[in-house]
């Protein structure tokens, strides 16, 4: 299955427990989102970890999302938040950050 809806979280369970440490990744689908990802998987820290993906724009294959979520480590689980569309305006949204639009905004918002 490949993430289609914004939202949804993948991994470890139950999600109502909070996380100890949280990474939050805006991002427009390049390739290196995998060496990203995999770097916070290889961390050796026990503590839950959520990681949130913020999809702005998908150049790549969604299928990498589905690469990492298999990939997921126990002691960590995977948000994707993809509104299936760009916020940024050089793909037709509002917001003049080629990297990320509104998202990264949005996403930073929610943290604190």
């Known amino acids: 299955m490949v993430p289609t809806k914004s939202g949804i979280t993948f991994g470890l369970k139950p999600f109502q427990t909070p996380f100890d440490v949280a990474v939050i990744v805006p ?3 390049r390739p290196s989102l995998l060496q990203a990802i995999r770097s916070v998987f290889a961390q050796d820290c026990p503590e839950r970890i959520q990681i949130l ?3 702005d ?3 790549a294959d969604q299928r990498i999302l589905q690469q990492l979520i298999s990939e ?4 960590m689980a995977i ?7 760009s916020t940024s305006v050089s793909s ?4 003049t950050n ?5 998202l ?4 930073e918002l929610r943290r604190q």
């Open 27 to 29: 991002t427009i689908m």
């Open 53 to 55: 993906i913020g999809v």
């Open 57 to 59: 724009k998908q150049d």
């Open 72 to 75: 997921c480590p126990d002691r």
């Open 79 to 85: 948000t994707v938040l993809d509104l299936g569309y």
């Open 92 to 95: 037709g949204g509002l917001s």
């Open 98 to 102: 080629p990297f990320g639009g509104e």
């Open 104 to 107: 990264r905004t949005d996403i």
